[in-house]
């Protein structure tokens, strides 16, 4: 089947200062096929001064950035559309969500695993300022923001933080432990120390780790009424993300009839997984992370095989945008993170 070729003529980002594309001219063809089109090749150079060591052999190797990483993710997407457009709801579905309260509750989802993404990746839809205040760990990045005049986020000054760590287990392993409701309360502070429930699964591709689920926390007394967390993991040969925020549950109520999904307020927080490169067995590095591996660094030790983990919290500080921040809210979400980080390395026998 021959490709058809079209100029793509939509506006779009210049490259940062430390990535040079190689397409001449930059950015200008259009590939599409019977059903399913690719809307954006480009090959690019990259200083590689501005690549974490944690994340050089992955990068090195083509997982991070190569045509493998697209095909994946280009299936996972493929099976997740050919889902969401079938009549046939799949059979470990909430049945009781109708078809248009599935497409809501979907829709909600990738809004919210938007917001993370962005969020994480510091990109031009927000404009993250880096503090340097208080008692923030070295590898722990501390960022603020103010969220005005949009539905679909709280109001007031956002505080977020985020860091990546190696851990010597499977992506795999990492993945299923993180998504597993009955085993969140080895992490997560918003579990009330029990297990979840989840509420509603909406499948999203032949991968049961594909999917949206609400999930509610035990009450912690009679008083509290329960907590419900809207969850999506997706996961395919280049990676997995799992990606949750707490959810009003009236407007939950709405959505998962139909309702429009746009009004509910969301400030997602979540994980991002990769393989940390296509080593295997040997002997971590020095400094408790993997070596090179013949990645154009000459010899060395193999690597462990693992994981590179990035967590990363969004928090709402004070509900007034035009507040100060507080080097008390800083030390507090600092913590946070670093507690998290700490629970999970003990949950899976991987503290240094």
Request: proline residues 7%.
């Amino acid at each position: 089947m021959t490709p058809r070729k079209e100029a793509y003529t939509g506006s779009v980002p210049e490259p940062p200062a430390y990535c040079h594309s190689l397409v001449n001219p930059p950015r200008s063809f259009y590939l599409a096929f019977h059903g399913a089109g690719v809307t954006w090749i480009e090959h690019a150079e990259y200083d590689e001064s501005q690549t974490h060591q944690l994340y050089r052999p992955l990068i090195s190797s083509g997982m991070g950035f190569g045509a493998q990483r697209w095909i994946a993710t280009l299936q996972r997407q493929s099976e997740c559309l050919a889902i969401l457009m079938s009549s046939n709801v799949p059979s470990r579905d909430h049945t009781a969500i109708t078809a248009s309260g599935r497409r809501s509750m979907l829709k909600l989802a990738q809004r919210m695993t938007d917001n993370f993404c962005a969020g994480v990746c510091a990109s031009t839809v927000h404009k993250w300022n880096k503090l340097n205040a208080g008692n923030v760990d070295e590898d722990v990045r501390v960022m603020t923001r103010k969220s005005v005049d949009d539905p679909g986020e709280p109001p007031g000054i956002v505080l977020s933080a985020a860091t990546s760590v190696w851990l010597p287990v499977s992506p795999q392993r990492l993945f299923d432990f993180l998504r597993d409701e009955r085993l969140r309360s080895e992490w997560d502070i918003l579990s009330n120390g029990g297990p979840m429930q989840e509420m509603a699964h909406i499948a999203k591709g032949q991968d049961h780790g594909n999917c949206v689920s609400l999930l509610r926390a035990s009450a912690m007394n009679a008083n509290q009424s329960s907590m419900l967390i809207l969850q999506e993991t997706c996961i395919d040969a280049a990676g997995s993300l799992v990606v949750y925020a707490p959810v009003d549950i009236p407007a939950m109520h709405v959505v998962m009839n139909g309702g429009d999904s746009a009004y509910v307020a969301l400030l997602p927080s979540g994980f991002a997984i990769v393989p940390d490169g296509p080593g295997s067995l040997g002997a971590p590095a020095a400094n408790g992370g993997p070596t090179a591996n013949n990645n154009g660094n000459g010899g060395g030790p193999e690597r462990v095989s693992g994981s590179l983990l990035t967590v990363a919290f969004q928090i709402l500080v004070n509900s007034l945008p035009t507040a100060k921040l507080t080097v008390e809210s800083v030390e507090t979400v600092n913590n946070l993170i670093s507690c998290t980080v700490q629970k999970i390395k003990a949950a899976l026998q991987c503290e240094s």
